[in-house]
């Protein structure tokens, strides 16, 4: 079933058949007295509250020639969308049958390639023909097309793209300069700012809407670089890659999703502001590629537990739960347990922030990390590397499946089953011998404690108690001892899986 038809859902505003075109309109009755009411108000209301500022018509008249429309098409499996399983019987067997063969022959079989098109928007940035648009628009494609505002139709070729960033970057030839547009600088955008968004979908010429910024620096959990801007401008299919403009015509951002029941706007979109694909596009343009900045870090949200108990103060940062051994970090005297706070002179105020900062910062420059180590800030200089493919920014947690109760666990403390790492449990477990530590082989889930609530299970390895490595479970309790007799009520544990991942946890100490 497509993704369309589930309420919250994101849509990339694009993968059109271009030989459809569905037109929906809905009506709101109400009742005569609200009616009424309702005209009164809109009488008396000013011309700016009900059509937006004046300036609109004159912007959108000065961009609009630079706004393409961006078809693409490739060949598939002819036996993609084969016929489904169905029960025995079913009353739509027939309807699939007849419906495949009227679009492949009476075989109803065919082993040709068979094309698929679909749309999406664009828009020029250079007179001598560079395109931007998103990648999804032209993924897979392998004939691209661009049509202008006044209907010319022209090959495009592909520069450079980016899944990433969703970012792609086009360039046609013309016999003469392009209208075109600027980018602007996204980061002075307001909330409640109004913005311009123009799509050039079905083929149909320029479209213009109007509505204002509804929030920045939202997450759509798209990939470890959101950053969108959120317009409640509609933006409805097939506007994918179109611009949002400011009041002064200059591109702000890159019309990326929507959130839909249906497809169409409800008034909730998203752009890629402009400040985070320039430098972007200015890579695809160089080198056909992305070449993002990379720490060699692993990194985790900072709670106000562990805020508190890492002697940091108020909730900030990014937490360091691992250090890559061949990342630029280590020879940069980055340390698990680290707090970043500030990179290369920009804040760190959660950790979202600084897989974006680092991205953004070109490969091989010397910067200024600021970290609080123990309480204590400090400075260290790093140089930036260059993120591979297979390298990530932050890897998630895996929760290991429960494990049944061994008999050599030797103590329980803080509601866990502690045990010492001998090869035995090694092997039992899957765990690396580089590995050292006390190991945890079961949890009580009716502990007084908030273990449960630490996805701590059978399998993990507490290496440290409070920046304090211990090797038995003799050694644990005698540690959280001693945090208990120094007054603390919450301790910070080092904990690694199998293979050696680290993460910190905030554990009460009852």
Known sequence: MSRRFFFGYFHRAVRCDATIVALAAAIMILPTAAADAATAATAAAPAATVRGPQNIADVAEQVIGAVVNVSTSQKVDPHIGDIPDLPPGSPMEKFFQDFFKHHRGEDGDSDEPRRINSLGSGFIIDPAGLIVTNNHVIDGADEINVILNDGTKLKADLVGKDAKSDLALLRVHY????????FGDSDRVRLGEWVIAIGNPFS?????????????????????????????????????????????GEVIGINTAIISP????????????????????????????????????????????????????????????GVDDKGPAKPGGIKPGDVIVKFDGHDVKEMRDLPLIVADTPVGKQVDVVVIRQG???THTVQVGRLKDDEKVAEAETKKESLPEHKSVVQKTLGLELSSLTQDMRKKFNIRDSVKGVLVTGVDPGAASDVPDKHLSAGDVIEQVQYQAVGTPADLQKRVNELKSQGKKVAVLLVSNGDGETRFVALTLN
């Open 262 to 321: 249906s497809g169409g706007s409800i008034g909730i979109g998203f752009a890629i502001p402009s400040d985070s694909a320039v430098p972007i596009i200015s890579q695809l343009q160089k080198y056909g590629e992305a070449r993002r900045g990379w720490l060699g870090v692993r990194i985790q949200e900072v709670t106000p537990e562990l805020a508190d108990s890492l002697g940091i103060g108020t909730v900030r940062g990014a937490l360091v739960a």
């Open 175 to 182: 016999d003469r300069p392009l209208k075109f547009v600027k």
């Open 376 to 378: 204590k800030q400090e």
């Open 204 to 248: 149909l010429g320029g479209t213009v809407t109007a509505g204002i910024v509804s929030a920045r620096h939202r997450d759509i959990n798209s990939g470890p670089y959101d950053n969108y801007i959120q317009t409640d401008a509609p933006i409805n299919r097939g506007n994918s890659g179109g611009p949002l403009f400011d009041l002064n």
